[in-house]
């Protein structure tokens, strides 16, 4: 299994420019999400979906928009990128079967914004 | 307010000795669980161990134990005979009652020491 696949693994944007980072799994996990980490700050929780057709937001969720059409992909999209915005972008996903389930992490994002 | 604090932000320990990584959380929910991940430098996100708030027990895995304390909602990780390969950002992580969404602290940066 691949697991938890985001791509890209690099990326550099210019303010105002638009982009989406993919996040795919393939363990049929129901529940995905995205966070973002910053140095100082751990990981905070951009935006959150318990299935295909529902997403809600977390703690950090201004100027990112998501969607869930299928089980298996959850992209992120950056609309007008911001400086604010460079970070390390992590997908995640987890079962939903038990509450003693895991989160499953892909390799991580890392964006910057000039 | 935060969920989750991690108070030291970095932590020297010399090898072989045991580590005590401190975390409390911040929670009304008598249902949750704690987590706590491993990122070494890497990047990687890596499971360690689970504590359910209701579990009996204090969750071990391997040289990963989790000294719970409810009534004092702390849940710190003990690692014990500490390796070269331990150095890394340790964080503490919760998901209360049935929301799906984990909550994560900032971290500590562990380094072992030769």
């Known amino acids: 299994n691949a697991g938890v696949t985001q791509t890209p693994k690099f990326q550099v944007l210019k303010t105002g420019q638009s982009m989406t980072l993919q996040c795919a799994q393939d363990?049929?996990?129901?529940?995905m999400s995205w966070y973002r980490q910053d140095p100082g700050m751990g990981l905070r929780l951009i935006h959150y979906?318990?299935?295909?057709?529902?997403?809600d937001q977390g703690e950090v969720p201004n100027g990112y928009n998501v969607s869930r059409s299928t089980t298996e992909d959850f992209p992120l999209r950056l609309l007008s990128a911001a400086p604010s915005q460079t970070s390390v972008y992590f997908c995640?996903?987890?079962?939903?079967?038990?509450?003693?389930?895991?989160?499953?992490f892909g390799q991580g994002t890392r964006l910057t914004v000039v | 307010a935060q969920k989750i604090t991690q108070t030291q932000p970095g932590m020297f320990v010399q090898e072989k000795e045991a580590v005590t990584l401190d975390c409390t959380y911040d929670?009304?929910?008598?249902?949750?669980?704690l987590f706590w991940y491993k990122q070494p430098s890497s990047g990687e996100m890596i499971f360690l161990i689970y504590?359910?708030?209701?579990?009996?027990q204090n969750a071990t895995e391997g040289r990963y134990s989790l000294n719970f304390q409810k009534a004092r909602k702390s849940a710190n990780l003990v690692i014990s005979a500490s390796q070269l390969g331990d150095s890394a950002m340790y964080f503490c992580?919760?998901?209360?009652?049935?929301?799906?969404?984990?909550?994560f602290g900032k971290g500590t940066r562990l380094h072992i020491l030769p």
């Open positions: 992580a919760m998901r209360e009652g049935w929301d799906d969404k984990i909550i």
């Open positions: 995640a996903s987890r079962e939903r079967t038990s509450s003693r389930t895991e989160a499953f």
């Open positions: 363990m049929n996990h129901e529940y």
């Open positions: 929670t009304s929910d008598p249902s949750y669980g």
């Open positions: 979906s318990v299935g295909a057709g529902i997403t």
């Open positions: 504590q359910g708030s209701y579990d009996q």
